[in-house]
């Protein structure tokens, strides 16, 4: 029976414990929520310039250069544009879904940089189930892809919704068994954490397959080119977001390259060692090596011609999946046998295990049970 | 066994991409920067010799636009005189055909370009307009022009 016999003494350990701000003040939370939102816009905005003028640049153009200085003010010009025009809703949607899609597809990409440190210990919520919050709060993207295509009350943004789901839920799995190695590696899910275990060597050395899967996998999850079957723009009207226009749109827009963002800072943290680097100060590193990958993907995006989308599922399926498996076997044994820090000898190892898988796996890597040839 | 299933046609794309990055930008800012047009080309205008044409009206039937307008004059030494030579522009679709049928070699391609104008009627070249003595004649079609001209480079092949 509670109730009346419940002490004061009782009653004092049932009070709310301080939560864990940021510095012990509720304020400091506040603040640093509203930075880190601004971070990710502007940054979202440099990558879209990026994009343009690096895309640009592969193909011997210049890019946009005319609006501010070198162009940069480009994107504000084609934002406002975008806020200016008008948001058609189909007869057929279903309204409050259609509203809410955009913003249940953009939000999950600024929940992510809540556990991403900037520094030592400079982040808004030093989770210690870090990437686990990642993967679970970057699914609920693709609710949102599924919301708009649902609510277009459009059977093609259905399929295009579909299409992407399929590719967003296979890519899920090599994408998820990678970062299971990096964890098993630095034996912790906190970011920070992961980070400070990469002190000695950052986990590109220590685990290339690891990598590439990743940014592969990555590259896919968030709709890049050579993945971007889901939107195709040269070949098919947008996918799911076909019924969208103006501000909606460009939420989606938004979307699109804060996963991009999402996705370089997770490779640059998991991988390139986050804020490590010598000289320069740690967020600046962890910048550079976000730009990096960014480059890369670029790189990779002007180069790739798309795939078909038996290719995409069995890229997944057939060749990721596997070496996915494999590479956290190897990485598990490898921490058991080790079980207090790899020696700097296992590095020669993985790099030829990741050859001999990757060269394995294009040879017994068929599309339509060997029937069409690739 | 082929290689390119193993990830070198991807190497070898990367390189092909990067190859461009690093190579001059083939994009002139047009208004600030303007490419040397040839002058073999085959402009917006005509240019005309006055003292070589005979009036005789070939060009005006062999443009397949009609947008030749001539109007001539008996003369004294059983000759015509050229009084109305119009070219409407808007409607020349630049085939240099006029100037492949002269027989008297009196009319020329111009190689300028920026001719947009704020009204149609601006579009109509007169008599005057054409004068060779004030224009640049292209050299196409006439080969005693083009032993004149200075050899030009391709743009693709263009260092600097
Ligand atoms: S260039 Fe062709 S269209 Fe133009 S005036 Fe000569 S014949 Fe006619
Ligand atoms: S064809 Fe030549 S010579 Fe005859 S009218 Fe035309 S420009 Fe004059």
Not at chain 1, 213 to 227: D, M, Q
Not at chain 1, 278 to 284: A, D, F, I, V
Not at chain 2, 63 to 70: A, D
Not at chain 2, 130 to 159: C, G, H, T, W
């Amino acid at each position: 029976m509670v109730g009346p016999n419940i002490t004061v003494d009782a009653l004092r350990h049932l009070a709310p414990v301080a939560p864990d701000w940021p510095g012990n003040e509720w304020w400091h939370w506040l603040v640093f929520t509203v930075i880190l939102i601004v971070f990710i816009l502007v940054m979202v905005i440099i990558f879209i310039y990026l994009e343009r003028r690096i895309i640009a640049w592969f193909a011997a153009r210049i890019g946009p250069n005319r609006t501010g200085p070198f162009g940069f003010f480009q994107n504000i010009a084609a934002a406002l544009k975008l806020l200016l025009k008008e948001g058609v809703n189909p007869t057929n949607a279903d309204i409050l879904i259609f509203w809410l899609a955009p913003i249940v597809n953009f939000a999950p990409v600024i929940a992510v940089f809540a556990v991403v440190p900037f520094q030592n210990g400079a982040l808004l919520a030093d989770l210690n189930v870090g990437i686990l919050f990642v993967i679970a709060i970057g699914s609920i993207s693709t609710i949102g892809v599924f919301m708009a295509g649902w609510s277009s009350g459009n059977k093609y943004s259905m399929l295009g919704a579909m299409r992407m789901i399929a590719a967003v839920v296979s890519y899920e799995i090599p994408v998820v068994l990678a970062l299971a190695g990096v964890v098993v590696l630095a034996g912790s899910l906190s970011l920070n954490d992961i980070v400070i275990a990469q002190e000695r060597v950052p986990f590109i050395v220590l685990q290339p397959l690891g990598f590439l899967l990743l940014f592969v996998g990555g590259c896919a999850e968030i709709n890049r080119s050579p993945f971007d079957l889901m939107e195709a723009d040269s070949e098919l009207v947008a996918g799911f977001h076909t019924e969208y226009s103006g501000i909606k749109w460009a939420m989606f827009f938004l979307g699109e390259f804060g996963e991009m963002v999402v996705m370089s800072t997770l490779i640059a943290t998991l991988f390139l060692g986050g804020w490590q680097g010598p000289g320069l100060p740690p967020w600046l590193w962890l910048l550079i090596k976000i730009f990096i990958v960014d480059f890369i993907m670029i790189w990779t995006r002007a180069t790739l011609p798309r795939v078909r989308i038996d290719q995409l599922m069995a890229l997944a399926w057939k060749f990721m999946f596997p070496l996915a498996l494999v590479n956290l076997i190897i990485t598990a044994i490898q921490v058991l046998a080790w079980p207090d820090a790899l020696p700097l000898y296992v590095i020669p190892i993985n790099w030829a295990i990741t050859v001999v898988l990757v060269l394995l796996g294009s040879k017994l890597f068929k599309l339509g049970w060997g029937r069409v040839e690739v | 066994m082929k290689f390119e299933r193993y990830g070198i046609g991807i190497a070898k794309g990367m390189t092909v991409t990067m190859r461009n990055l690093l190579r001059r930008r083939i994009t002139t800012q047009y208004p600030e920067q303007k490419l040397t047009v040839s002058r073999r080309t085959r402009g917006n205008e005509l240019v005309w010799n006055k003292e070589k044409c005979t009036g005789c009206a070939t060009c005006a039937k062999t443009c397949p636009q009609g947008v030749i307008h001539i109007v001539t004059s008996v003369g004294e030494e059983n000759n015509y005189n050229v009084e109305v030579f119009e070219v409407d522009t808007g409607y020349c679709i630049s085939c240099g055909l006029c100037v492949e049928a002269c027989p008297y070699d009196a009319l020329f391609m111009a190689y300028a370009f920026e001719l947009a104008k704020y009204r149609r009627s601006e579009l109509v070249l007169s008599r005057d307009d054409m004068l060779i003595e004030n224009k640049q004649a292209s050299a196409y079609f006439r080969p005693e022009v083009d032993k004149d001209l200075p050899e030009q480079e391709l743009l693709i092949n263009r260092k600097e």
